[in-house]
């Protein structure tokens, strides 16, 4: 079957230290993978892609990604975080031969002064 | 901000009465999306349209029904709602598919509680 894993309901940081939010997928095929952010009471918003080459991918607001294949993984990390970065964020990878997105269960990420 | 309106943005209702959610866009995108987010769940694709009377179904789409007859507008409608279908709706629009890397733009949502 395929999926996606966060394993971490709620991720606490203070500000200004390394973030890192983790996800892991199960599917067919080369994955295409995907960060989206959730503020309060808005819908998501996108923060970067995985589709080929460099394991590592630059999104917005500072995130970056790193993928691994090896590990069936694709974590979220920043190197310093910002009280600003606190929010829902979810991790998303394309269903295997179809062009339907199936997301993780979210993680909340605080991050403290 | 794309440009996607969902209405209403707040519903109250009861069960067995039917309900229309309404996603607009302003984008001109060939591709809408229906998903629902509901904790422990993520979001949950229920239908979506690659182009006007064009759609299909997603993983949970029993009890829900889409219709598009513009290209800016994606409407959902639960026949008969239940108290499963209490959850936050998000209407989201593409302009590519995501296997050419589309990405998906997403409305603030819609609340739906059916008592």
């Known amino acids: 079957a395929q999926s996606v894993a966060q394993p971490e309901d709620q991720v606490n940081v203070a500000e200004g230290n390394p973030l890192t939010v983790k996800c892991t997928y199960s599917?067919?095929?080369?994955?295409?993978l995907f960060w989206y952010v959730q503020y309060p009471n808005r819908g998501l918003q996108f923060l970067l892609k995985?589709?080929?080459?460099?394991?590592l991918v630059k999104g917005s607001y500072g995130f970056e990604a790193e993928f691994n294949k090896s590990q069936t993984s694709f974590h979220l990390k920043k190197p310093s975080a910002l009280v600003s970065d606190s929010a829902l964020y979810f991790c998303?990878?394309?269903?295997?031969?179809?062009?339907?997105?199936?997301f993780g269960t979210g993680t909340r990420l605080q991050v403290f002064p | 901000d794309a440009g996607i309106t969902q209405s209403p943005r707040h519903k109250v209702t009861e069960t067995g009465t039917p309900v229309t959610l309404r996603c607009h866009q302003t984008?001109?995108?060939?591709?809408m999306y229906w998903y629902r987010q509901d904790p422990g769940h993520g979001l949950r694709l229920i239908h979506y349209?690659?182009?006007?009377?064009?759609?299909d179904k997603g993983e949970v789409s029993d009890g829900y029904s889409v219709s598009r007859s513009k290209t800016e507008d994606f409407l959902l409608t639960l026949e008969s709602a239940t108290s499963s279908q209490t959850s936050v709706y998000f209407c989201?629009?593409?302009?590519?598919?995501?296997?050419?890397?589309?990405?998906?733009?997403f409305g603030e949502g819609s609340r739906l509680t059916v008592l």
């Open positions: 989201a629009i593409s302009e590519r598919l995501v296997v050419d890397t589309g990405e998906l733009f």
């Open positions: 599917v067919s095929g080369n994955p295409y």
């Open positions: 995985y589709i080929t080459g460099d394991n």
């Open positions: 998303a990878v394309r269903a295997y031969n179809t062009d339907k997105l199936i």
């Open positions: 984008e001109n995108h060939r591709y």
């Open positions: 349209s690659y182009g006007v009377k064009d759609t």
